[in-house]
């Protein structure tokens, strides 16, 4: 979708500045769940699908950083792909200066579709997605790409809104949650992303019709976690 591709590729440039607060806290209680930090032997190749300029990577490698591997060996137990359908967003996380989270020398940066990976099947150990499934314009042909990607025993991790089945829960992200969210991002100067997460918040799946698409996929749905009064979830799930 040329409209999308566009939208991103114009936002791209100062993305980072514009990321709420919330979302970072997030992707960290996220990445918790991958098991970065315990793992000690060999190297996890973790997809960072619909990863923009690379923020959960950062998250990713700040993890990874408090590995026993790493403080024994000084080298790093991820191997991290950082895929996006945003050439623009791809080229800004490239630009990130030395300085930042990411060493640019464990990360691979490609520009894909998530409903077409580029790669072969069971490449991965870990598939990771934060607030992009809900932009692909094929959810299902997503997940079905994730599993396929995936090894035998990998993990797909999950962050992005869902639609909460309580009543009083669908009230407070209607009337709160998400005009708050849209309100922070026009603030940050991001007017034309603030549509666009409010229009995706909309349309997205309960956290249960969710889980079923995993299932329904060969997947085996572990849990999840519901945040933002339930209109947020992370969600943790394994290829048998």
Same mark, same amino acid.
């Given at each position: 979708d040329m409209k999308q591709e566009d939208l991103w590729?114009?936002?791209?440039?100062?993305?980072?500045?514009?990321v709420p607060k919330a979302l970072g806290k997030w992707q960290r209680e996220m990445v918790d769940q991958m098991g970065i930090s315990e793992h000690s032997e060999g190297v996890l190749?973790?997809?960072?699908?619909?990863?923009?300029?690379g923020k959960l990577s950062e998250v990713m490698i700040e993890e990874?950083?408090?590995?026993?591997?790493?403080?024994?060996?000084? =080298?790093?137990? @991820?191997?991290?792909?950082?895929?996006?359908?945003?050439? !623009?967003?791809?080229?800004?996380?490239?630009r990130k200066p030395q300085n930042s989270q990411i060493p640019h020398e464990n990360l691979k940066w490609v520009v894909g579709s998530a409903c077409e990976l580029p790669f072969t099947s069971q490449s991965f150990n870990i598939y990771a997605v934060s607030m992009g499934l809900r932009f692909?314009?094929?959810? =299902?042909?997503? @997940?079905?790409?994730?599993?396929?990607?995936?090894?035998? !025993?990998?993990?797909?991790v999950s962050l992005d809104s869902c639609r909460p089945t309580n009543c009083c829960s669908r009230i407070f992200n209607h009337y709160?949650?998400?005009?708050?969210?849209?309100?922070?991002?026009?603030?940050?100067?991001n007017k034309k992303i603030a549509k666009e997460v409010t229009e995706t918040s909309k349309k997205a799946l309960s956290a249960?019709?969710?889980?079923?698409?995993?299932?329904?996929? !060969?997947?085996?749905?572990?849990?999840h976690l519901l945040?933002?009064?339930g209109g947020t979830a992370i969600t943790v799930a394994t290829k048998p």
């Open positions: 590729t114009d936002v791209s440039h100062g993305y980072d500045k514009t190749k973790i997809i960072d699908s619909c990863g923009g300029t990874a950083r408090k590995s026993k591997q790493y403080k024994q060996t000084g =080298e790093l137990p @991820v191997d991290i792909t950082v895929l996006d359908f945003s050439s !623009g967003m791809i080229e800004a996380g490239q692909v314009p094929n959810l =299902e042909k997503a @997940v079905q790409e994730a599993y396929r990607v995936l090894q035998p !025993g990998g993990k797909f709160f949650i998400i005009p708050i969210m849209r309100c922070c991002l026009w603030m940050k100067g249960e019709d969710f889980n079923k698409m995993l299932i329904r996929n !060969g997947f085996e749905f572990k849990y945040r933002a009064g």
